[in-house]
């Protein structure tokens, strides 16, 4: 071999060494960037190619891929009754995807490795992939009646409603919301576009309020208050008598904390029923101060608060706030100061009192069949905390009913079933009405039902619409109505 053809054949090698370590590169280092850029069209028209699985509430269809005559996209989505499940289903945008269309997304579109046994059998048989059904716990009623009764306020809020002895969630409203089919399109510019336009919007139809949002909990945070009242000594009860005067003294300061329009609670020294169906301010300051922060963080933890929690989807961190002094303690008592909970956190609340101290881990996901309906995974209800001793749940409860039977909570009541509850009126910045809350379970001596109701701005300042009882308490009553009777 001359000189010439030894030179050509080294560059022919040494070029096509350069190529195979491009190519490797590209296939181990560089795939996955590939696959998952912006740019790659093949991806894009991949995303549509496969009928994603169904997703399901209750034996209905609220998500599910219909197929095209388009040559380029194949299966598109739709969304029957798509605002009413917005917040559950999520959209499956042209390069995004929220919700359970996200957080379930792998099984929705046949590429987990739970399916590779139906993939297997789809490939001998000559079948096309198809992806995983997802039955969320959704109750239709429920989310129905939650939806319509928030609507009806004309307000921003969230309705979330729990199984206490499961932890399945049975209803997941929040308002405003948006229609999941816009962004589910396969025009990315008209899709992007509308998202902009949702995400600017200042009344926030795309968050989910019921778990992406903390609140100011006011009064409904009395319930732990006196949750850990009862757990420090077993011998209170609902007829133990406190003091409740008009106004109450905060240490180091040269201000009171005063009863809702400074009115008097009692005589100045009241049951514990009667301070919890009147939700009289200063004496559950006072039992704040006394029981200090320590046991007050404690029994906030006890519920749930400070537990990272995914339904699958993450919830935003509910949170006592900190260690400050102890007139910042009596405010935090009563729901009024750094404290923020999500609906879910008041929710799961309510929901470990009804289920005798035992709070459940919220689930959204109920079952997941492959294509043909076999099993692939379903629900397993699992404890999260034990909130409070069944001793105590079982006062908490005797207290709870009797707000709804004789306090600020009248407007809950279902005839024929005992409903236990507790109103909350937090105020949020000077010259701005205050939330409306209430948080409840039913029946009460069995209950089948735990939910939160917030509604943003839905109380009065003043009179008697100034109480999340007045607002909140009968959209409570609607979704207890739709799961609890015929």
Same mark, same amino acid.
């Given at each position: 071999?001359? /000189?010439?053809?030894?030179?050509?054949?080294?560059?022919?090698?040494?070029?096509?060494?350069?190529?195979?370590?491009?190519?490797?590169?590209?296939?181990?280092?560089?795939?996955?960037?590939?696959? /998952?850029?912006?740019?790659?069209?093949?991806?894009?028209?991949? &995303?549509?190619?496969?009928?994603?699985?169904?997703?399901?509430?209750? /034996?209905?269809?609220?998500?599910?891929?219909?197929?095209?005559?388009?040559?380029?996209?194949?299966?598109?989505?739709?969304?029957?009754?798509?605002?009413?499940?917005?917040?559950?289903?999520?959209?499956?945008?042209?390069?995004?995807?929220?919700?359970?269309?996200?957080?379930?997304?792998?099984?929705?579109?046949?590429?987990?490795?739970?399916?590779?046994?139906?993939?297997?059998?789809?490939?001998?048989?000559?079948?096309?992939?198809?992806?995983?059904?997802?039955?969320?716990?959704?109750?239709?009623?429920?989310?129905?009646?939650?939806?319509?009764?928030?609507?009806?306020?004309?307000?921003?809020?969230?309705?979330?409603?729990?199984?206490?002895?499961?932890?399945?969630?049975?209803?997941?409203?929040?308002? #405003?919301?948006?229609?999941?089919?816009?962004?589910?399109?396969?025009?990315?510019?008209?899709?992007?576009?509308?998202?902009?336009?949702?995400?600017?919007?200042?009344?926030?139809? =795309?968050?989910?309020?019921?778990?992406?949002?903390?609140?100011? #909990?006011?009064?409904?945070? %009395?319930?732990?208050?006196?949750?850990?009242?009862?757990?420090?000594?077993?011998? &209170?009860?609902?007829?133990?008598?406190?003091?409740?005067?008009?106004?109450?003294?905060?240490?180091?300061?040269?201000?009171?904390? #005063?009863?809702?329009?400074?009115?008097?609670?009692?005589?100045?020294?009241?049951?514990?029923?009667?301070?919890?169906?009147?939700?009289?301010?200063?004496?559950?300051? %006072?039992? *704040?101060?006394? =029981?200090?922060?320590?046991?007050?963080?404690?029994?906030?933890?006890?519920?749930?608060?400070?537990?990272?929690?995914?339904? #699958?989807?993450?919830?935003?961190?509910?949170?006592?706030?900190?260690?400050?002094?102890?007139?910042?303690?009596?405010?935090?008592?009563?729901?009024?100061?750094? @404290?923020?909970?999500?609906?879910?956190?008041?929710?799961?609340?309510?929901?470990?009192?009804?289920?005798?101290?035992?709070?459940?881990?919220?689930?959204?996901? @109920?079952? !997941?069949?492959?294509?043909? *309906?076999?099993?692939?995974?379903?629900?397993?209800?699992?404890?999260?905390?034990?909130?409070?001793?069944?001793?105590?749940?079982?006062?908490?409860?005797?207290?709870?009913?009797?707000?709804?039977?004789?306090?600020?909570?009248? =407007?809950?009541?279902?005839?024929?079933?005992?409903?236990?509850?507790?109103?909350?009126?937090?105020?949020?910045?000077?010259?701005?009405?205050?939330?409306?809350?209430?948080?409840?379970?039913?029946?009460?001596?069995?209950? %089948?039902?735990?939910?939160?109701? !917030?509604?943003?701005?839905?109380?009065?300042?003043?009179?008697?619409?100034?109480?999340?009882?007045?607002?909140?308490?009968? !959209?409570?009553?609607?979704?207890?109505?739709?799961?609890?009777?015929?």
């Amino acid at each position: 071999m001359n /000189g010439t053809l030894k030179r050509v054949s080294v560059a022919c090698l040494a070029m096509f060494a350069l190529l195979m370590i491009n190519v490797n590169f590209l296939q181990a280092v560089r795939a996955e960037e590939l696959r /998952g850029d912006a740019r790659n069209v093949r991806n894009f028209y991949e &995303r549509y190619s496969i009928e994603r699985g169904r997703i399901i509430a209750g /034996g209905k269809v609220i998500a599910q891929s219909v197929e095209t005559d388009s040559k380029r996209f194949r299966f598109i989505r739709q969304y029957p009754d798509a605002k009413l499940y917005a917040h559950v289903t999520g959209f499956f945008s042209p390069e995004s995807a929220s919700a359970i269309e996200a957080s379930e997304n792998k099984l929705l579109d046949g590429s987990s490795a739970d399916l590779l046994l139906r993939r297997s059998i789809d490939l001998f048989t000559g079948e096309p992939t198809k992806g995983a059904n997802v039955e969320v716990t959704i109750n239709p009623k429920a989310q129905k009646a939650a939806y319509d009764a928030l609507r009806q306020s004309g307000k921003r809020g969230a309705v979330i409603a729990i199984d206490p002895k499961t932890g399945a969630i049975l209803a997941m409203v929040s308002l #405003p919301t948006y229609d999941p089919t816009e962004l589910s399109g396969t025009d990315k510019g008209k899709v992007f576009s509308r998202y902009d336009e949702l995400a600017k919007d200042k009344s926030q139809p =795309l968050l989910n309020r019921t778990i992406g949002q903390t609140y100011p #909990p006011g009064s409904t945070f %009395k319930v732990v208050t006196m949750a850990a009242y009862l757990e420090d000594d077993s011998s &209170r009860g609902p007829d133990t008598t406190v003091d409740a005067p008009q106004n109450l003294p905060l240490p180091g300061t040269n201000i009171s904390l #005063p009863n809702y329009g400074g009115a008097a609670c009692g005589s100045g020294s009241v049951t514990l029923t009667y301070a919890l169906e009147r939700s009289c301010n200063t004496p559950f300051g %006072k039992i *704040g101060m006394e =029981l200090g922060y320590d046991k007050m963080n404690e029994q906030t933890e006890a519920f749930g608060m400070g537990t990272q929690i995914g339904v #699958p989807m993450s919830v935003a961190q509910s949170d006592f706030g900190k260690e400050e002094d102890k007139a910042a303690l009596a405010m935090a008592s009563i729901g009024q100061r750094s @404290n923020r909970m999500t609906p879910l956190q008041m929710a799961m609340i309510a929901a470990g009192i009804a289920n005798n101290g035992t709070v459940m881990k919220p689930y959204l996901v @109920n079952k !997941i069949t492959d294509a043909k *309906g076999d099993t692939i995974d379903e629900a397993d209800p699992d404890q999260l905390t034990d909130a409070v001793s069944e001793e105590t749940a079982g006062k908490l409860r005797q207290m709870m009913v009797s707000v709804v039977q004789n306090g600020t909570a009248n =407007l809950a009541q279902v005839p024929g079933v005992q409903v236990a509850g507790k109103t909350g009126t937090a105020e949020t910045a000077d010259g701005q009405p205050p939330h409306a809350w209430f948080i409840s379970f039913a029946p009460a001596d069995d209950p %089948k039902i735990a939910l939160a109701v !917030i509604v943003e701005s839905g109380a009065a300042n003043v009179g008697a619409e100034a109480t999340g009882g007045h607002t909140a308490a009968p !959209i409570a009553k609607a979704v207890l109505e739709a799961v609890l009777t015929k």
